[in-house]
């Protein structure tokens, strides 16, 4: 069974420029969080869909932020326009009904 | 944000020392977890625990849900060069839409 992918791996932008990182979860899972990890602090929640829905938007920092899940299968985070306090590693997660968290490999942000 | 206090922050040890971390909260959580990050991978699940007061153990690792249910401590026993990475521990609370909460992380290097 495949895990959770995550697109790009790694990614360098200038500011002002527009990111777009995609995640597909684990098939069937319709908990899908996406969260950031900005080096040395915590991995702090951004966001929560259950299926299609945003369940928990509290954590997206600001409305250059937005992330969709069309269709409830993958989702994608787009950051338009990048500012250097964006860069950080953007980790996506899927469970099942609630259950354990499985992780992406994350997506590294460089914002120069 | 829910804020898990991670300690310590980093540890260097020798090879076959025994490793402690723990986590608290000033608020309850239905679950707790432990995570390991190794370079350049997205965190890994090591224990989930659900009830207070459960004590449970993968191989070298042990790890304990307080009785308030406001901490947690992972142990490991025995420590080795692959147990290099960092350590999350993750509080779930149920009753906020299933939203993990997750600690600064402790840097665990094993010396040789």
């Known amino acids: 069974e495949a895990g959770v992918t995550q697109f790009p791996s790694h990614s360098v932008i200038e500011k002002g420029q527009t990111v777009t990182l995609r995640c597909d979860p684990i098939s069937g899972h319709d908990n899908l969080y996406w969260y950031r990890r900005v080096m040395g602090k915590e991995i702090k929640f951004l966001l929560h869909?259950?299926?299609?829905?945003?369940?928990?938007e509290s954590g997206m920092p600001n409305n250059r932020f937005l992330a969709e899940r069309t269709g409830g299968t993958y989702s994608t985070l787009k950051v338009q326009p990048a500012e250097l306090e964006d860069s950080g590693v953007y980790f996506c997660?899927?469970?099942?009904?609630?259950?354990?968290?499985?992780f992406g490999e994350g997506s590294r942000l460089t914002v120069l | 944000g829910q804020q898990l206090n991670q300690s310590p922050q980093s540890m260097f040890i020798q090879e076959g020392e025994d490793v402690s971390m723990n986590c608290t909260s000033s608020?309850?959580?239905?679950?707790w977890l432990w995570y390991k990050q190794d370079p350049g991978e997205g965190p890994v699940l090591l224990i989930a625990?659900?009830?207070?007061?459960e004590l449970t153990s993968n191989g070298r690792l042990t790890a304990q849900f307080g009785i308030t249910r406001k901490d947690s401590f992972l142990n490991i026993s025995a420590s080795i060069p692959s147990d290099v990475g960092i350590y999350f521990c993750?509080?779930?609370?149920?009753?906020?839409?299933?939203?993990?909460?997750f600690g600064t992380g402790t840097s665990l290097t094993v010396i040789p």
């Open positions: 608020s309850i959580f239905n679950t």
């Open positions: 869909f259950v299926k299609e829905s945003k369940q928990d």
């Open positions: 997660a899927s469970s099942h009904q609630g259950g354990e968290l499985f």
């Open positions: 625990l659900y009830k207070a007061g």
């Open positions: 993750a509080g779930l609370k149920t009753n906020t839409g299933n939203q993990f909460y």
